[in-house]
């Protein structure tokens, strides 16, 4: 509802030519008139509008025709306008407040969506950080291997060892250094990516404290239902809920432009209460509380536009547009179903790939060690034994190694599983809780994912 309120006052002096038979010769009308006008108008969501008003107003007039100078008009005014084809039906007039409130639930969906993808992100980056520690502590146990074997051959220097095996050695000694260096800088690196993305004001990129991860990968298998799966993903995901807000906008616009072909068929009513005094404003309102002097005005407006080609244009242009919006849900729905079906595969390759990594890690562990029996039996330190022996390491810490990086991408997978059901947020404890506002009758409701 509105409150109004219009006041107006004007002081006039205007000459006049003479009157009567005698000439007078040319004189002045002088009229003052004060008027204030309050009410409360209100739109309809039927598409009318109801006016309620009272005015009163000073009248003085001198010369005048009639026996005072000086009087007071008083009225109370009650309007309506509805249309009754054309713009009628709260389903039309609500539309613009339908169309905000949706264009509010897509911003939301748009958040949903970038929640989803940083908390994916900072996952990711948890288990990039786990790889580097891994890679680390491997790397560090090789070196001190190649140390203990480069003291053992220096120390046998006197026996059967040769300057050329100890060189060698050192080589391979440098060399585990360089792996160690790199790979301590590469957890450095995964550490402040890590802290870039959690944004935490006790962990500050620029300050030097390192994260170190508490939680190692599984490598337990997940039971999934792909029937399952895909209803979730079409239920949950952020995309598919705002392909589904725009079906309603598409819908929306469809009706009003529906509307829109129908006849101006408008009907106003008013009706006027009128009062009069010659003392003060109070006379004038006690003779409306009376309801001597009512009028009653009606009117009705009728309009056509002949052919009315520009609604029926406008009418099949919102028809296909909402067949695009159902077509584009399609196509997401679509997107949707085969990034399920792609997560479901990633997740039982990588798992698959975790069983070969911890094979290949066993075989090079078995191999390393028949080489250290072979070495405690009295086996020859000769440069091709002490090659082998050197390369096998670096094959044992190149699959343990690839183990753990299989077991990571197996934790990525399964994140990534739950980023394409859109729920991910609620895997992770992410609380997600926008002020939604309430849907207005008739609308249909767009379901939100558990926690919102």
């Known amino acids: 509802a509105v409150l109004f309120a219009e006041f107006n006052q004007e002081k006039l002096d205007t000459p006049r030519p003479p009157t009567g038979f005698v000439n007078s010769g040319f004189g002045t009308q002088q009229t003052s008139n004060t008027e204030l006008t309050t009410g409360v108008r209100k739109l309809l969501s039927i598409g009318g509008q109801m006016t309620a008003q009272t005015r009163f107003s000073r009248q003085y007039q001198d010369p005048t025709i009639f026996t005072v100078n000086e009087f007071y008009n008083a009225d109370i005014l009650l309007t309506l306008q509805q249309p009754l084809l054309r713009n009628f039906g709260s389903n039309v007039n609500r539309a613009q407040i339908e169309l905000a409130r949706n ?29 580097a520690r891994h890679r680390l502590l491997v790397r560090q146990r090789l070196l001190e291997r190649t140390i203990k074997d480069r003291d053992q051959i220096e120390a046998r220097q006197v026996i059967d060892a ?53 939680d190692d990968p599984v490598d337990l298998p997940i039971e999934y239902s792909m029937l399952d799966a895909i209803s979730t993903a079409l239920r949950y995901r952020p995309e598919l ?79 296909l547009e909402r067949k695009q919006s159902v077509l ?81 991408d197996y934790m990525t997978a399964i994140a990534q599983h739950y980023r394409t059901l859109g729920t991910l947020l609620q895997k992770n404890g992410v609380q997600f809780n926008p002020q939604v506002a309430e849907e207005f009758p008739g609308t249909s409701n767009v379901q939100p994912g558990p926690g919102d």
Do not use: H
């Open 103 to 131: 264009a509010r639930a897509e911003v939301v969906q748009d958040l949903r969506a970038t929640l989803i993808d940083a908390v994916f992100v900072t996952e990711q980056a948890y288990w990039n950080l786990v790889l």
């Open 162 to 214: 040769t300057p050329a095996q100890l060189t060698e050695a050192n080589s391979f000694v440098g060399l585990r250094r360089v792996e160690l260096i790199r790979a301590a800088q590469d957890l450095l690196s995964a550490s402040d990516a890590l802290k870039r993305l959690i944004y935490a004001k006790d962990l500050p990129v620029a300050g030097d404290t390192q994260i170190l991860p508490v």
């Open 241 to 319: 809920q705002r392909r589904l807000l725009e079906i309603q906008d598409a819908s929306i616009r469809q009706r009003v432009a529906d509307n829109a072909r129908l006849p101006l068929l408008d009907v106003a009513a008013t009706m006027q209460i009128n009062g009069l005094g010659d003392d003060s404003v109070d006379d004038a309102y006690d003779l409306v509380t009376e309801a001597d002097f009512v009028d009653y005005l009606i009117g009705v407006q009728f309009e056509v536009p002949i052919g009315n080609r520009g609604p029926e244009a406008l009418f099949r242009q919102r028809q």
């Open 328 to 408: 584009n849900y399609q196509a997401t729905a679509q997107q949707a179903v085969v990034e399920v079906k792609d997560a479901l595969r990633d997740i039982y390759a990588s798992y698959l790939v975790i069983g070969a990594a911890r094979d290949t890690r066993r075989s090079a562990a078995d191999n390393l060690r028949t080489l250290g029996d072979q070495e405690q039996a009295g086996a020859a330190l000769t440069p091709e034994f002490i090659d082998l022996k050197l390369r096998r390491q670096e094959a044992l810490a190149t699959a343990e190694i690839r183990e753990m990086q299989a077991m990571t």
